[in-house]
């Protein structure tokens, strides 16, 4: 990975994440991208924003939005996301004021994707790594994505990460051994806070 953040700047894309979604929520303010921010977080990059909700000492995904392609200068992508994770999402209800001291906020800088290039649709799981690959499989209008943090998280292995992407984007599961689909792959830098409103790490994967 060329792109590189220090952890005081992922510390800051968290913070501008919360502090985002908190206004708009609270206040029904958009928040402006701050005049101090440095040229780097400016660089158009792709970005996913994950709210996750902790209640009890269990831990549920609450949202998670993105702009998976270098189109927009990083700072104001992950205002966007933030906002979309928080309020867009369809699969969940618009998060409420209250629910925002139980959510972690965790912000994941994408490199490029890169076409995933095979003689034959078998050799797919040699050419990625579960643990620093999120994927994007695309056939016909269907495009589906995942994370680099999600198939660890669930214990995959490459193939059935391969097969979750697909069904991410309304396949069936042994889509990606078709020849006509197309598989990108990226990695991501991710920081989150450690609890709600708590310290902001480098997330290792």
């Known amino acids: 990975m060329t792109f590189q953040l220090t952890l005081e700047e992922g510390r800051f894309l968290v913070n501008l994440a ?10 029904g303010e958009i928040v402006q991208v701050p005049e101090d921010v440095s040229p780097k977080l400016m660089e158009k990059a792709g970005v ?9 000492g269990e831990r549920g995904l609450r ?24 309020t867009r999402d369809p699969r969940f209800p618009s998060v409420t004021p209250q629910e925002l001291d139980h959510i972690v906020f965790e912000v994941s800088v994408l490199t490029p994707p890169e076409r995933v290039t095979v003689e034959k649709p078998t050799d797919y799981p040699s050419k ?4 620093r690959d999120g994927l994007i499989i ?3 209008y269907s495009k589906g994505l995942l994370l680099p943090q ?10 059935e990460f391969l ?13 990606w051994l078709l020849k006509d689909t197309k598989i990108y792959r990226f990695q991501a830098i991710i920081f989150e806070e450690a609890s709600p409103k708590g310290n902001i790490e480098l997330k290792k994967i």
């Not at 919360?18 to 206040?27: G, I």
């Not at 949202?63 to 205002?79: N, Q, S």
């Not at 097969?163 to 599961?173: D, E, V």
Request: aromatic share 6%; net charge negative.
């Open 128 to 131: 990625i790594k579960v643990g």
């Open 63 to 86: 949202g998670c939005i993105g702009l998976p392609y270098p189109t927009t200068p990083l700072a104001k992508a992950v205002m966007e996301a933030a906002l979309s994770a928080a």
């Open 138 to 140: 695309e056939r016909g």
């Open 163 to 175: 097969s979750q992407t697909a069904m991410k984007a309304g396949l069936p599961p042994d889509s």
């Open 150 to 159: 999600v198939p660890v998280e669930w214990n995959w292995n490459e193939e």
């Open 18 to 27: 919360r502090q985002t979604v908190t206004e708009y929520l609270k206040n």
């Open 48 to 56: 996913f924003v994950t709210l996750s909700s902790h209640h009890n």
